[in-house]
Nanobody
Framework: QVQLVESGGGLVQAGGSLRLSCTASGRTFSSYGMGWFRQPPGAERQFVAVISRSGGSASYADSMKGRFTISRDNAKKMVYLQMNSLKPEDTAVYYC????????????WGQGTQVTVSS
């Protein structure tokens, strides 16, 4: 398994930007598909974005398209989530997750980082 640690959360005004980072440990980072998820207060966890092992393809939840960008640097074992035009409804704990080759689900999760967007 891979260990994940998120950082970069905080308080931002609506319309602002934040960049979340996820640091991975382990020698086989490039063999994992990586994703970002979030859990708003009192709500279920939601899919945000996913990126392929090579970083060549990514997909997003509809409400994040055009505002959020997922990227990765396999040499640094890092995954990023650039969030622009933030809205109060983006307030949530954001989690980084890893999915091993051949696995249907994300099996490794970070502890989460809080993002709060004020109106």
């Amino acid at each position: 398994q891979v260990q994940l640690v998120e950082s970069g959360g905080g308080l931002v005004q609506a319309g602002g930007s934040l960049r979340l980072s996820c640091t991975a440990s382990g020698r086989t980072f490039s063999s994992y598909g990586m994703g970002w998820f979030r859990q708003p207060p009192g709500a279920e966890r939601q899919f945000v974005a996913v990126i392929s092992r090579s970083g060549g393809s990514a997909s997003y939840a509809d409400s994040m398209k055009g505002r959020f960008t997922i990227s990765r640097d396999n040499a640094k074992k890092m995954v990023y989530l650039q969030m622009n035009s933030l809205k109060p409804e983006d307030t949530a704990v954001y989690y980084c997750a890893a999915r091993a080759v051949g696995e249907p689900d994300f099996g490794s999760w970070g502890q989460g980082t809080q993002v709060t967007v004020s109106s």
